[in-house]
C-alpha cells in the first residue's frame, strides 16, 4: 500500500485551487491535519474574532471532507511536533503544504523540512512572494514599482479543481474535538454581531463572489463610502484560505472596467504585504524606521497617560462620529470598512499620540480579516514608520473625511445616539451644537491634536 500523505492546513482551508491537497491525492491516501498552535505566533496568535472564524471554517472543511468520506485531524500543540506524531503514528513519510510567510510558519517549515519530506506550494497569493525584484535583483519594497511588475506577470498561474478522489488511509490517527478547544466566545458570548454579519467556509466566499461579479464595475466610485456595500467583503475568507485571489482572478479576467482595474490593484496590496514581512520579519511589530517608536509617540515611560485615551478609542468614544462608528463597526462585526480602517488609524497615531502597535494589536484582536502582512504593513503605512513614503505628517481630518464619503447611513447605523441627525450636523455635532447629552464631546479638538502632532514630530526630528 502506497504511504498515506499528510496535508498540513493553516489559512487554506478549502478543497479546491488547494494545490497541498491536489498533489497528495495523486500521490496516496490522504491525511489532512490542522494543528492550533498558539505558542509558536506568540503576541499574534489568533484574537477572539478570528477565532470565532477559525471554528466555524475547520467546521465547515470538516463536513466538506466527510462528504467525501475523509476526515479532518485535529491537533494542538506544537506545529512540528504534532506533525511529526502523526506522521510516526501513520507510516507517513511526505507532507504536503502551502507556503505561508509569516515569521512563526517560516521557522517552522524550516525546521520540519528537517526531518520530513516537507513539499511546499505557493497557492494563497496571486504570485509567491519574491517573485519579482527590482532590476539588481532585490526584492521591492515599495508598493506602485511592485504591482506595476505584478501587472506585467499577468495572468497568474492556472486555478486548480477540487481533487477528483480523495483515497482514504488504512487508519486514522487520533483527532481533537473542535468543541474542546473552545474558540467560540461563552462568557460572555459576544459573537451574536458576527454571527449576523458574515457567512463562514468556501461555499459562503463563492456567494459573495458570484455577488461581487455585479457590483465590481462600480467599486471605482463606491469603495471609499461607508454608508454602501461597496467593496467585496471577501478579506476573512481570503485570509483563511476558503478562496484563492487566483480563483477570483481568473472569475473576473474578461471583465476590464475601472472597478475590475482598481480591485486588482487592491488583490496586489495583499502580495505586496507577504513581500514585505518576507524582508522584514518582525514589520508588524517594529517600526521599520528609526527614531518613532522612544521619539514621536505620548510614552507611559515618561509619564503620559495613554490608557484612559486608548480606551475612549477601542470602546468608540472619542466624541468623533465617523471615528466612533468604525470603532464600533469592528466591535460588534469584526470588520471595518476600508477608508475608516486609515480614518481610526490616524486619528490613534496622530490624534492622540498613541503608538501604532497598541492599535495594531487591538484590530489583531477584533478583526476576522486579522492578517499579520496586511495589518502590520497597513498599520506602518498609517503611521509613517514603514518602508514606502512617510505619511506621518499628512493628518487625516476625519469630520471632513466623514463629510466628503457621506458617511451619513453608516454613523446612524453604529452610533445610535446620533440617528436622528442629519447631515451636515452628523459629522460634527459638537461642532452644530446638537451634540446629544449621551455623546461624548471629543476628546481633543481637529486643530489642536493636528499642532500637537506635528509638534511631536519636529521635535523628534530635531527640528
Ligand atoms: C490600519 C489598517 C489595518 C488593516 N488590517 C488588515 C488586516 O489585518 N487584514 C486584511 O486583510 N486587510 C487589512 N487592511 C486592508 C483593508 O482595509 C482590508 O483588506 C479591506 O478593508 C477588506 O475589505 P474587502 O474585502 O471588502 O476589501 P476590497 O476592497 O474588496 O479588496 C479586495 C481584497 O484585497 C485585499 N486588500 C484590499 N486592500 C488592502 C490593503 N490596503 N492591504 C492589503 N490587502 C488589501 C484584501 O484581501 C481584500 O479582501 C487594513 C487596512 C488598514 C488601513
Redesign the pocket.
Known sequence: MTKPQIVWLRRDLRLADQPALFAAAQAGPVIPVYVLDDAAAGSHAYGGASRWWLHHSLEDLAKSLGKRNSRLILRRGDAVEELTKVAEETGAETIHAIRHYEPWWRKAQGKLAETLDLQLYDGNYLFPAGHVTTGSGDPYKIYTPFSKAILAEMPPRDELPDPEAIQLPDSWPDSDDLADWHLLPTKPDWSGGLHDFWEVGFDAAFDRLNWWQDHVAD?DES?NLPSKDG?????PH??FGEITPVQIWHRFKDKRSQGWKT?EK??I??D??QNVICQFPAYAKESYRDGYDDGLWRNPNRGHLIQEDLEAWQRGQTGYPIVDAGMRQLWQTG????RV??I??SFLVKHLLIDWTH?EQW??DC?V???YG??G???Q??SGTGVDSNMFVRIMAPLSQSEKFDATGYIREYVPELASLDAPYIHDPEEHGCRPKNYPAKMIGHREARERALAAYRQMKGK
Open positions: 467599486y469603495r467593496s467585496s467583503r471577501m478579506s481570503l485570509h480591485f487592491e488583490l496590496w495583499r505586496y504585504a470588520w471595518m470598512h476600508n480602517r486609515m481610526c488609524a492599535g484590530f489583531w478583526l480579516d486579522a492578517d496586511s495589518n504593513t497597513n498599520w503605512w498609517v
